[in-house]
């Protein structure tokens, strides 16, 4: 092994502790390593989600109480815009693509992504992008010393975002730096399918790569392929707009103040998928290995997913009801909303019919994956409630809304990202995650979480509206707001558990050996941490579970496949 | 729980691996590539049929734009002389890939000199800027990126060229440059929609 080591140009795992602190930082700043990228874009994300979850918990003490003074309006509209920028496109998008990167070449017994040096170029890229969004709090005045960060919310509806209504230069930070992040994710996605497609092993056919690969490699880099262009040209237009004189979106000249709502979603629907998948494609990998029973229904997961990408394109307008699009469109729309409900309950069944009759050890992983089973269902069922026109009428941009997409996003993506991590973790590092921690890290996050975000479909129905900086008394939202408020101190606890976690197991963890989780695809027949070739001789496998097959020669997963 | 696996019998291939044969990375690399160029400058064009006949002022398309005959020529012409380049690169012509990549480029910046041509009348002798109107927004904005694409193409052309030239392009890189001719049939697609959306439809 120190053979290829050397000739490969790596440095021994041994040496590398001695290695002086700046040269190791420097091997980390060249890698074109997959699994040093998916490892820094993972910890990009989790530095951007303490960022993120610190601006929701202001908004959130900013409404605890009614006529609260704490935060100026304009303080509180930049809050909420950075929160869901950040949340959507420096935590998502990098701690999902860093799983890809870190686990799609291992899952299919490749050596590398197919293009490593552009699969750095994304990395960076996104951190700039990033790095660009906060610089707007230093440097967003620009020369009419209007607003510092960006203040137009998450989607930057123009002809708001415009010249005329949005002076200053913080519009043109979110929308550089968004820009930017976004070329570095086509980069990383045209790379994880020219990986998926090209690089695995032999044996490994499309109908017997692990459901990760299938959801990540294919589907949700494939959808990206197709959803974040249109955004870049809508920002192109945008920045068109703003500093050439253009009128894409200026109405004084014509233009239509409804194209960008179009653009956006047409961009910002999938993307909700693009966030979503990765949690259907961690549950796909961790749910069979704790019920101890192979996936239910694999090849219906497949076409589920698939079916989930390609209706998902045409669902857009469903954020726009309350434009006056007119009936044609709001039926199809509403119709294709609730269409795409079936391949996701199949899923769900899918996951149910796993568990079923399996053998179920619940590791704090699955604790994850069964809390995010009945969230999921929830934030499926508001959906399809917000599908029905009238009733997104009377809840549109109301606070039942937040509540609907924050049980999608966090109590499904953000709760599998954390099994993901106490999962693979072992595999990154070569040591487990506390057990005890992790529990508490669990029943703190959805205690904690359900008390926020339950509470706030009901000041929903009661009508309170989303991004408003504060609220008069007596509309009998108090208590909700209050009971919502409370739950953030429990996240936030949970969130330093497992940082406390992570710092404590990097040092003193339980050693993880290979394959801590007796579990079935490619990446536990590698040393933990995986060695920087991942692989000494190219696997061959021959069913869906190739451990199984070498743990169990008498009774091989190819018969029943 | 860890049972120490015995790696070498998952790792060792019975069947040789010439049996096992996949569609090469870079392919799918361009392939992804050109699907996402593809829905970049499909919004450009949505933009564009969205806003025909709601400029609020003159010119207008029909009174300043004249169907570019000579221009969709050479761009299609081009993409006949790059697919004989690399068909005589991978039959080792070395003579005919130094004649037909050249004349690709010529080609393309004939087709970038008669775009200058055009914007440069209608900037000068009509006044139509980016600015003026939603004619001029999404004409310059549309044919403009399509134009900047053409520019990345030629570039590319033109080292392929310089590579033929100095002996350094062997048919062993018959599969690279093939790639840099499917997107210049990529671009030269986008340009049949724009052709048709901007000079047909639009005026």
Known sequence: MHGIADTLGYPEEATSTQVPLLARLHEWVITVDHKRLGIMYICMGLVFLLVAGLEASLIRLQLVVPENTLL?????????????????????????????????????????????????????LTLFGGLLLYLSYVAGDGLYGAGSAPDVGWFAYAPLAGRAFSPGNSTDYWNLAILASGFGTIATSVNLIATTLSLRCPGMTLSRMPLFVWMMGVVVSGMTLVILPPLSAAQIMLLFDRFLGSHFFDTQAGGSAVLWQHFFWFFGHPEVYVLAIPAFAFASEIIPVFSRKVIFGYPMMVAATVGIGVVSMGVWAHHMFAVGMGRTPNAFFAASTMLIGVPTGVKIFNWLGTMYGGRIRFGTPMLFCTAFLFQFLCAGLTGIMLAVVPFDWQLTDSYFVVAHFHFVLVGATIFNI????????????????????????????????????????????????????????????????????????????????FLINVILSLRRGKPAGNDPWDAWTLEWSTPSPPPAYNFDTIPEVKSRRPLWDLKHPSDPDGLHE | MNKGIPMPSVLTPEFPSGDWSQLSHRRAGVIGLIIAEASLLGIFVVAYLFYI??????????????????????????????????????????????????????????????????????IVDHGLTIGTNLFGTTFYSLVGFHAFHVTIGVVMLTLLTVFAWSGALRPTHAEHAELVSWYWHFVDGVWIVVLTVVYIIGR
Not at chain 1, 88 to 109: E, H, K, Q, R, S
Not at chain 2, 59 to 76: A, I
Not at chain 2, 99 to 122: C, N
Request: hydrophobic content about 50%; charged content about 10%; some cysteine.
């Open chain 2, 53 to 122: 006949g709601k400029s609020l002022n003159g010119p207008y398309p029909k009174d300043v734009l004249g169907v570019p005959v000579v221009n969709t020529l050479c761009l299609l012409a081009s993409s006949v002389t790059v697919g004989l380049a690399v068909r005589a690169l991978r039959q080792g012509h070395r003579r005919l890939v130094s004649t037909w990549l050249p004349v690709t480029v010529v080609l393309g910046l004939a087709f970038l000199a008669g775009t200058a041509q055009e914007w440069y009348g209608l």
């Open chain 1, 72 to 124: 100026s309006p304009q303080v509180f509209n930049r809050l909420f815009t950075m929160h869901g920028t950040t949340m959507v496109f420096f935590v998502g998008i990098p701690i999902l693509f860093g799983f890809a990167n870190y686990l799609v070449p291992l899952m299919i017994g490749a050596r590398d992504l197919a293009f490593p040096r552009l699969n750095a170029f994304g990395f960076w």
């Open chain 1, 418 to 497: 954390f099994a993901a991590m106490y999962y693979w973790f072992p595999k990154a590092t070569g040591r487990m995650l506390n057990e005890t921690l992790g529990r508490w890290h669990f029943w703190l996050l959805v205690i904690g979480f359900n008390l926020t975000f339950v509470t706030l479909h009901f000041v929903g129905i009661l009508g309170m509206p989303r991004r408003i900086y504060t609220y008069p008394a007596d509309r009998g939202w108090e208590l909700w707001n209050l009971v919502a408020t409370l739950g953030v101190p429990l996240q936030g606890a949970a969130i330093l558990l």
